[in-house]
């Protein structure tokens, strides 16, 4: 799926590769918040050894830097987007509309939220851009 990025969004992604070697292929702009996907397989080096690398981004571009690793399928791509919540399962249900209903245990309810609901917006938001579903749920 194509996805459209700011030049804004172009800029960040470009200082991101310049310092830590891993090309994100979308990035979210929110405030002080930046949200990186970056390809499967590529999460360890764009975190560093003992999170150095992310660390030192953050630093640099002066934003708060979250990841959010690239997968094959949607269900894998929303849990993906939903860490560091534990996620039991996700179902994709293609009825009037399509939508991703998570399985989260209660313990981590609170995580896959977030703070005023920004995780799991985050995940609405990348899951719609990357694989056309309208809206993510918890069960």
Known sequence: MYVELSDEARRYIGRFDELTGV???DCLVEGDR???VVPAGEMAAAIGQGGETVAEAERRLDKSIELV???DTAEAFVASALAPAA???VTISD????VAYV???EADRGVA??????NIETARRLAERHYD???VQLT
Do not use: C
């Not at 009825?95 to 399509?98: A, E, K, P, S, Y």
């Open 23 to 25: 090309t994100p292929t």
């Open 69 to 71: 690793e690239d997968a």
């Open 34 to 36: 930046l949200v990186f």
């Open 87 to 89: 996620v039991n399962a």
């Open 133 to 135: 579903v309208d809206d």
């Open 95 to 98: 009825q009037n509309d399509r």
């Open 113 to 118: 939220i977030g703070a005023e609901g920004a």
């Open 103 to 105: 399985e989260v245990p």
